[in-house]
């Protein structure tokens, strides 16, 4: 290229860049320009590898920006905003705006080498790129129209032969390349159900019609595979309403690397925030942050796009008066709302706090006795503010009760299914027994997970070995111990590679090779399962034949010869610090349980493509809690005592719309379990459960199985399969004519001897009865207004006993009733 | 279609031309015995240009059609838009130029005079000639397939050419005539087809995972068979009619006692790794040879349904089989190559290696 030549590219160049983004149509609206944004270059190195290697270039402050090459003998950039490689050497990428200029390495390599034409780089990214692989079509279990192909391409070698050799050989044409039913139907000149994928001539219809020409290559044993993807820009920060091009690299084991922008499959975590168009383009249509998604070959990646609820971030230092800050939680998520433009709500109010902290903690209301005695502590302690050291009691003592010992043990007897449906009587009852063991001595949770996962012997004596009973067949352990212990699902790995996560089949069955050697028999008492490993018997891949190493997913591989019990092996990597999602999964199981809502949600849907919305708040409890030795106990009281935990659930002028970042405490309603306990706790009148002592708490049930219309009714989980989805937490009719008409509460408030009878009897005024019952029931005093209404409806003085009656069961149900009640707020 | 007119050595680029140079690639291989398929003398050979499939650089032409003349002294093989007749015994060969694409199948008429040729456009038009061998003349049946024809065959009487399409259709014609109808019953490809030796019962097999015999008379269903799992490939009657072997996608080799009225499963067999592509009887009826895309070719005993003999791996797919009474089991591949077994010795015989010259080395499968 000439001087001036040269001088023009930068000139296009620069006017592409105008918008602030590149290679993306040059009709595209260009975004505003932002004011004090850095001029940035990405890829921050950029590396052409192979003959025809292109990498498209994403310039944030662009506006006003040009580049050039420096040595135009080795790179140009191409009118569309691309750099391409000319010959092999070493050059820079000269970025400049006004009197700035960022200086981008720019590498080019392999540029004069023949093209290697390749099913896996060549024909996979089109197939995948354009659907044809996908579950809807040719990917389908029974593939479509008589063309089968593997789920997004995770099978290469069965694909090719598909396109080559099934079906009489009629999909590709060797001879006549471009005379391929394959590429026909493709572009539409040959009827085909999917319709036009893309045009006559286009990159995808060139690359599909060398690699015929070559013959159809199979894929080659040992040829690089993609070991990682970049998205770049990897966050931004963005305006309602701006676009900007993101791009993606992947990084093969050759250390070679390929701009696969045009042949990833891009998503969006909230749709609301962000879009993604199939080209890489984002939109920012609302506020909050979502994760821009990018999938290919068998990886993911994401990159982070943050639009703030205001324009600029609002500076918590400059907040007047400063927000409360009182460990590592507040510490993460008020840097995240400063980000986002968010203002946190103020603290709640020492009847709200322990009323919260009770129920989210313990699954108990606080009694009338325990709000005043934190209110006076309080007052003493900071009699205009908040009483944070008494708050910090009130915590201590909560975790020291039997009753926040139920209600873990109720939590992890969900998560590990305890429950008679599979189990003996005995057996779930030595099950439960053993959980509530570890959770009364704070067993740490690594530990824990470890005597589980290594459980060996009768299950009466061990009740952890029953784990193995619920779970008698090496996949089904595999997806549950997945499932509960690092808060991912694998199922999908079991039949291809994971669409959504970087597990392949082969990793899927290196696992389930770690439990394939579990044997069970018959004790010598009624009921009793006696577990052992044995050093025999492996678990095939379906797809190969072959016998897969035990490996845990991302671990290293034991010798398949080896005798020693591979459960050890398996706990060893689940339960070291070194691993990213054990720990994780507890802290956003423990952090949903006690916030209404995880860091990353569902909760135990920990993927890639699913990141938390606090990535640094994830981290820092995470760090605690290995560093703590993984006390959940601990972990429960920095939730606790935190600022975050204690803010009301009336958001901050601003942030209402803020559902996500913990801005404020986010209502939900209180679950079936505890919800029927408070019930009964307020009403004096305890449910009765077949089999169980008057007393017994729903949270101190061992089984699921418990019969109970009231809890099936509020979505008591059936501890039949390892998922949070279990537990149902949408309202229903029936948990509204429950409470409306339903015996559970009427009941209750009939009962000679409950609440009502004895307030009527301790108290004879009926403001006094008013004020009593919303202290009883709601843990606060009535407001005015509330007094009078209430007041307005009462009987007058010496009215018969049984009006005084009903008027207080009607109080009482009205407040049962109220959403005040039903939430935890 | 161009009238082709037999001659010798032409330089053009008739229907109908010389192949000596395809009967220079037929070496024997496996006893490494002196080459009776001597090269023809320099002088008489092709220019290199000419030679479609001797250069490395020419495309491979997947081998899915092949078949044995009645004599066995003669084996056609389906190329690109034509068929190559390959005289074993080491005379000249002959080609015929076909339409289409790909010859998809073969069939001899019992009396060799005549060659049904399959093949088509995948997604757009079948296509089916019947080469009067004496004058080299096709004759077209068209208008009943919109797709590739899969799989011909030739009735035992010579009156009717049966063939089946991707289109869904199978189809009876007149050869004389010209005339064809369609067998309209399957609800999938339909990927092979066979007549009976007594030419009044025709088999299908199809995707739709069936077995269907019809009348060919009236063309009419007769019943079907449906105890295959998954898509089947290839069928073929054993030269009693008695039994009728076919096999598919899930890997299984079955036998059917096939009668006027009625069938029934005789016997089945998990027969290869991979589905299963071609059945053939040998024509005596003791053997059923088999091949896979597993790339194995097996030998099965036809009344027992056991393993006789499984040929060394392939190097490519085996798309089409043929069996001669004496004895030769032809295998095409995928990758364009075409060699031929001795069944009772194993020896083997390459025909057709791939991207070699005519007269090179030989080469095991």
Not at chain 1, 361 to 371: Q, R
Not at chain 1, 627 to 639: C, E, P, Q, W
Not at chain 2, 302 to 324: C, G, H, I, W, Y
Not at chain 2, 341 to 350: A, F, P, V
Request: glycine share 10%; with cysteine; hydrophobic share 40%.
């Amino acid at each position: 290229m000439d001087r001036r030549t040269a001088r023009l590219r930068a000139f296009v160049f620069g006017a592409v860049m105008l918008g602030g983004t590149l290679g993306g149509p040059a009709s595209a609206a260009p975004p505003p320009p932002k004011r004090g944004e850095p001029l940035r270059v990405y890829p921050p190195q950029v590396r052409l590898d192979g003959p025809d290697a292109r990498q498209r270039l994403v310039i944030e402050g662009g506006a006003g920006a040009t580049s050039r090459v420096a040595d135009p003998r080795i790179a140009t950039l191409d009118a569309d905003g691309r750099v391409r490689g000319l010959r092999d050497g070493d050059t820079l990428l000269i970025t400049t705006r006004g009197g700035e200029a960022v200086r981008t390495p720019l590498r080019v390599r392999g540029s004069a080498a023949p093209r290697r034409w390749s099913f896996v780089r060549h024909v996979l990214p089109v197939l995948t790129r354009y659907g044809c692989n996908s579950g809807a079509c040719h990917g389908a279990a029974a593939g479509k129209g008589g063309l089968k192909l593997s789920l997004r391409g995770y099978d290469p070698t069965s694909d090719q032969a598909a396109l080559t050799r099934q079906a009489g050989a009629r999909r590709v044409n060797p001879v006549q390349p471009e005379k391929s039913l394959l590429l026909g139907k493709a572009t539409m000149s040959i009827p085909h159900g999917g319709g036009r994928r893309f045009e006559l001539g286009s990159e995808p219809y060139r690359w599909l019609v060398g690699w015929i020409r070559a013959g159809g290559p199979a894929p080659r044993a040992g040829e690089p595979l993609v070991e990682a993807l970049e998205v770049f820009p990897p966050r931004a920060r963005l305006g309602v309403g701006n676009n900007r091009q993101f791009v993606v690299r992947a990084r093969y084991a050759d250390g070679t690397t390929a701009d696969v922008t045009d042949w990833v499959r891009f998503g969006s975590s909230d749709e609301t925030v962000a879009s993604v168009d199939e080209r890489g383009r984002v939109r920012v249509a609302g506020s909050g942050e979502t994760a821009i998604t990018a999938g290919f070959a068998t990886k993911v990646a994401f990159a982070r796009v943050t639009s703030p609820f205001k324009t600029g971030s609002v500076s918590a230092a400059v907040l007047r008066p400063a927000p409360e800050r009182r460990n590592l939680v507040d510490d993460q998520v008020l840097a995240k709302l400063s980000d986002l433009g968010l203002k946190p709500a103020s603290i709640a109010s020492d009847e709200g706090f322990i009323r919260r902290a009770y129920l989210a903690a313990a699954g108990i209301l606080p009694t009338e006795a325990e709000v005043k005695a934190l209110q006076d502590a309080a007052r003493q302690e900071a009699p205009n503010g908040v009483g944070w050291a008494a708050r910090e009691a009130v915590v201590d003592r909560l975790l020291a009760r039997p009753e926040f010992v139920d209600y873990w043990t109720y939590r992890w007897s969900d998560l590990l299914l305890i429950s008679s449906r599979k189990l003996p009587t005995r057996s779930m009852r030595a099950f439960y027994g053993w959980v509530r063991d570890q959770v009364g001595r704070n067993t740490p949770w690594d530990r824990m997970v470890r005597e589980i996962i290594t459980a060996s012997g009768s299950t009466l004596q061990n009740g952890a070995a029953n784990y193995y009973v619920l779970h008698k067949d090496p996949i089904d352990l595999t997806e549950t111990t997945s499932q509960a212990f690092l808060g991912m699902s694998l199922t999908c790995a079991r039949c291809h590679n994971h669409p959504l996560e970087k597990w392949t089949q082969t990793d899927y069955y290196g696992m389930v090779n770690l439990f394939s050697r579990v044997r069970m028999k018959n004790g010598e008492v009624n009921g009793e399962t006696l577990v052992h490993a044995v050093d025999t018997g492996d678990i095939s891949h379906p797809r190969t034949g072959l016998t897969v190493p035990p490996r845990p997913l991302d671990g290293s591989a034991l010798e398949p010869a080896a005798t020693a019990d591979r459960r050890a092996h398996l706990a060893d990597w689940l339960t070291s610090p070194n691993n990213p999602y054990f720990a994780r999964a507890l802290v956003n199981r423990v952090w949903r349980t006690l916030m209404g809502r995880g860091i990353v949600e569902p909760e135990d849907d920990l993927r890639l493509t699913n990141p938390p919305t606090n990535e640094g708040l994830m981290a820092a409890l995470e760090a605690d809690f290995v560093k703590s030795g993984y006390d959940v106990r601990r972990l429960i009281r920095t939730i606790l005592t935190s600022a975050t935990f204690q803010r009301s659930a009336e958001p901050a002028k601003g942030s209402l719309a803020d559902s996500r970042f913990f801005s404020h405490y986010i209502p939900t309603r209180l679950p079936a379990e505890v919800l029927l306990d408070a019930l009964s706790g307020v009403t004096a009148v305890p449910t009765e459960f077949v089999g169980y002592p008057i007393g017994t708490r729903a949270l101190q049930l061992p089984d699921s199985l418990v019969a109970s219309n009231f809890l099936t009714a509020f979505g008591r989980p059936l501890r039949a399969q390892t998922c949070s989805c279990e537990r149902q937490e949408e309202p229903n009719v029936a948990q509204a004519l429950h409470l409306a008409n339903g015996d559970t509460v009427n009941e209750k408030l009939r009962a000679p001897n409950g609440a009502v009878a004895r307030l009527l009897t301790e108290e004879t005024a009926a403001e006094a009865l008013v004020k009593r019952t919303y202290r009883l029931v709601l843990g606060r005093d009535p407001v005015a207004r509330e007094q009078a209404r209430m007041l307005a409806a009462a009987p007058p003085a010496g009215a018969p006993d049984r009006e005084r009656r009903e008027w207080l069961e009607d109080l009482f149900a009205a407040l049962l009733t109220s959403k005040e009640f039903l939430f935890l707020h | 279609m161009r009238e082709t007119v037999p001659t010798m050595h032409s330089s053009e680029n008739d229907g109908v031309r010389s192949r000596r140079w395809f009967c220079a690639a037929l070496t024997f291989g496996a006893t490494g015995g002196a080459n009776a398929w001597a090269a023809p003398p320099p002088s008489r050979r092709r220019a290199p240009s000419q030679v479609p499939a001797a250069s490395s650089a020419a495309p491979a032409v997947p081998r899915g059609a092949l078949g044995f003349s009645p004599a066995g002294e003669r084996l056609a093989v389906g190329g690109y838009r034509e068929v190559e007749i390959v005289d074993l015994n080491g005379g000249p060969g002959r080609a015929l130029t076909a339409e289409g694409e790909l010859v998809t199948s073969l069939a001899y008429s019992r009396d060799g005079a005549r060659l049904a040729v399959a093949s088509g456009l995948p997604g757009r038009s079948g296509e089916l000639l019947v080469f009067d061998l004496s004058s080299g003349r096709p004759s077209r049946l068209s208008g009943v397939h919109s797709d590739r024809i899969q799989s011909v065959a030739f009735s035992a009487d010579g009156n009717f050419v049966a063939a089946c399409s991707y289109d869904r259709l199978a189809s009876i014609w007149d050869p004389k005539s010209g005339r064809g109808r369609a067998l309209k019953d399957h609800t999938d490809a339909v990927y092979g087809i066979a007549v009976s030796p007594d030419s009044r019962r025709i088999a299908t097999v199809s995707g739709d995972r069936t077995l269907k015999i019809w009348d060919a008379a009236a063309g009419r269903r007769l019943y079907t068979l449906s105890d295959s799992t998954a898509e089947l490939y290839s069928v073929a009657f054993s030269p009693d009619g008695s039994l009728v072997a076919a096999g598919g996608a899930d890997k299984m080799l079955r036998l059917w006692k096939s009668g006027a009225s009625d069938g029934a499963l005789f016997d089945s067999t998990f027969a290869h790794e991979g589905p299963i592509t071609q059945v053939v009887f040998s024509p005596d009826g003791r053997h059923v040879a088999s091949a896979s895309e597993d790339r194995t070719v097996k030998l099965w005993d036809a009344r027992t349904l056991t393993e006789e003999k499984t040929f060394p791996r392939q190097n490519d797919v085996p798309l089409s089989l043929a069996m001669s009474g004496s004895g030769q089991l032809a295998v095409g591949r995928y990758d364009g190559t075409v060699g031929m077994y001795t069944i009772e010795s194993g020896q083997y015989r390459s025909l057709l290696p791939r991207g070699q010259r005519a007269g090179s080395s030989r080469r095991q499968p």
